[in-house]
């Protein structure tokens, strides 16, 4: 992925994480524990790794006696990254999850630094982020659950709605039968029940569109949706909220409304500038804040 973030952000922001000795001790028994590294050879690796000035890991690789792979995994265990295995369940496009350590993923990561200055510590009143976009296929579910994923990491208890009633996919993405979700909330026929806990990622939930509606705007119009916000506010740090094109229907103002607060996406090659002005001035009208603006390199728009 070629994410670009504007404004660019601060390198120091990002969460870089340099193992130290004990670290690598440590690192050692997962490894064991996992069942990649026979206990005798922890030693050997120490032994070589003091010798060579190497870390642990490189070490391990070096002597034949890890796999590149293996050790990635446990160091994202360690530093308290959530590491699936590709073939968990859930859908590939998780990278946050399946390839934390990828470049495209500390773009996101530098992303969600710059939400937690711009918006969610800046003003707890605007608890809710849209991702929003001018046209189709530009990135938005993608980036959401993505970014669930990351702040789900931070240890915040974390919520992706995603009210794309018309083209939903974060059913898929997750994993998940969606046929009961926002939809069937807001017509009175579901309740919390709803909200799916994602066990593989600690700390993060979804709410799926469930069954696609004949009316999504004025389901999404209705006061039941903003009281819905409101009220899911109390039990998560952070809510993301997937929408529609914007330049398809109303229905991306609406929820960005609601939610107060919208992050936009624009794909490189696909959303001109005009485009990315217009409804981002639409959006201000209805009195939502912009909390930033991405450029999305490899959407398959
Ligand atoms: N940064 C990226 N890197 C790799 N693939 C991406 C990236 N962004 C989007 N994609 C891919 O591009 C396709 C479209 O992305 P996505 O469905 O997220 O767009 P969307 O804006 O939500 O589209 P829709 O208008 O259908 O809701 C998907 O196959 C997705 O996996
Ligand atoms: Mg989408």
């Not at 994410?3 to 690598?24: G, K």
């Not at 590491?83 to 990278?95: K, Q, R, T, V």
């Not at 991306?252 to 217009?278: K, N």
Request: include cysteine; proline fraction near 6%.
């Amino acid at each position: 992925m070629n994410t670009q973030i504007f404004p660019l952000p601060n390198r120091a922001d990002l969460e870089i994480s340099v193992p130290s000795r004990e670290a690598s001790q440590t690192i050692g028994a997962l490894l064991v524990g996992a069942g990649h590294l026979a206990p005798e050879n922890v030693q050997r690796i120490l032994d070589y790794q003091k010798k060579a000035g190497l870390l642990f890991g490189e070490a391990g690789v070096a002597m034949g006696l890890l796999e590149e792979e293996d050790v990635q995994r446990a160091l994202a265990l360690q530093f308290g990254q959530t590491y699936l295995a590709p073939d968990s369940g859930l859908g590939n496009e998780l990278i946050a999850a399946t390839d934390p350590n990828c470049a495209a993923v500390e773009h996101l990561r530098a992303l969600r630094s710059q939400l937690m200055l711009r918006w969610f510590e800046n003003d707890a009143r605007q608890a809710a982020l849209a991702v929003v976009s001018p046209g189709s296929g530009e990135g938005r579910s993608y980036i959401t659950a993505n970014l669930a994923v990351l702040f789900s990491q931070l240890g915040k208890r974390t919520l992706l709605i995603d009210a794309d009633l018309r083209r939903p996919r974060q059913h898929h993405i997750f994993g998940l039968p969606g046929r009961i979700g926002l939809s069937s909330v807001l017509a009175g026929r579901a309740g919390w029940d709803a909200v799916c806990e994602i066990k593989p990622l600690p700390g993060l939930w979804v709410l799926p569109a469930g069954a696609i509606p004949p009316n999504p705007q004025e389901l999404l119009a209705r006061p039941g949706f903003a009281k819905l916000i409101q009220a899911l506010r109390a039990s998560y740090d952070v809510i993301l909220v997937d929408t529609p094109a914007a330049e398809n229907c109303a229905d991306a103002s609406t929820i960005a409304t609601r939610a107060g607060a919208a992050l936009m996406l624009a794909c490189r090659d696909a959303t001109s500038v005009p485009r990315v002005s217009a409804l981002a001035e639409d959006l201000r009208q209805f009195g939502v804040t912009i909390v930033g603006a991405v450029l999305n390199g490899a959407a398959r728009a």
